[in-house]
Antibody, heavy 122, light 108 residues
Framework: EVQLVESGGGLVKPGGSLRLSCAAS????????MNWVRQAPGKGLEWVSF????????YYADSVKGRFTISRDNAKNSLYVQMNSLRAEDTAVYYC???????????????WGQGTLVTVSS | EIVLTQSPGTLSLSPGERATLSCRAS???????LAWYQQKPGQAPRLLIY???TRATGIPDRFSGSGSGTDFTLTISRLEPEDFAVYYC?????????FGQGTKLEMK
């Protein structure tokens, strides 16, 4: 069974940092691109960042560029996002989501993890 | 960036009825790069349709997608009780990928 499990969310003060992780299982992680997508409380979905299977291609939404860094460790079947200079508007559930096999561009997302909540507040 | 506008915002229907959800793009989408997702309360989104009309693995055939250019439609032919949820469209033909604001399908 394909599974994505996020962790690392929590309460952080504005200007603070947090690192989210996503543990993948049930598929050949190193063959797939991965993404982070977020959803503010009661709001819609926002794509945040993309990383290709070999980390050669990385993209960010303008809203997080320069503050967030996506990475992956294929040996550990894990995806990460380092979030710095956090703002109140970064408060959201953060989902990791798999892209299609072998693509180097943002595509559809399937499946998604269950999400981890990040709250930025003083 | 491409803005996706979904309509209606809320759709009230009964089980057994047909649901038609619309997604309109501010610019023409290359190669029908549009997906649809279903999200139930407290759950992650689930992929229903990609490439505007291709059902994802395990999705019942009562779900169908159509459209091209700027106008896309998700149709649920006969609503089941488990279909009542929020539905989002997503375009991935132009960076950044963007989502519509969602259509809430509620039981009448």
């Amino acid at each position: 069974e394909v599974q994505l499990v996020e962790s690392g969310g929590g309460l952080v003060k504005p200007g603070g940092s947090l690192r989210l992780s996503c543990a993948a299982s049930g598929f050949i992680f190193s063959s797939y691109s991965m993404n982070w997508v977020r959803q503010a409380p009661g709001k819609g979905l926002e794509w945040v960042s993309f990383i290709s299977s070999n980390s050669n291609y990385i993209y960010y939404a303008d809203s997080v560029k320069g503050r967030f860094t996506i990475s992956r460790d294929n040996a550990k079947n894990s995806l990460y996002v380092q979030m710095n200079s956090l703002r109140a508007e970064d408060t959201a559930v953060y989902y990791c989501a798999r892209g299609p096999l072998g693509v180097v561009v943002i595509s559809w997302f399937d499946p998604w993890g269950q999400g981890t909540l990040v709250t930025v507040s003083s | 960036e491409i803005v996706l506008t979904q309509s209606p915002g809320t759709l009230s229907l009964s089980p057994g009825e047909r649901a038609t959800l619309s997604c309109r793009a501010s610019q023409s989408l290359s190669s029908s790069y549009l997906a649809w997702y279903q999200q139930k309360p407290g759950q992650a989104p689930r992929l229903l349709i990609y490439g505007a009309s291709t059902r994802a693995t395990g999705i019942p055939d009562r779900f169908s997608g159509s459209g091209s250019g700027t106008d896309f439609t998700l149709t649920i032919s006969r609503l089941e009780p488990e279909d009542f949820a929020v539905y989002y469209c997503q375009q991935y033909g132009s960076s950044p990928s963007t989502f519509g604001q969602g259509t809430k399908l509620e039981m009448k």
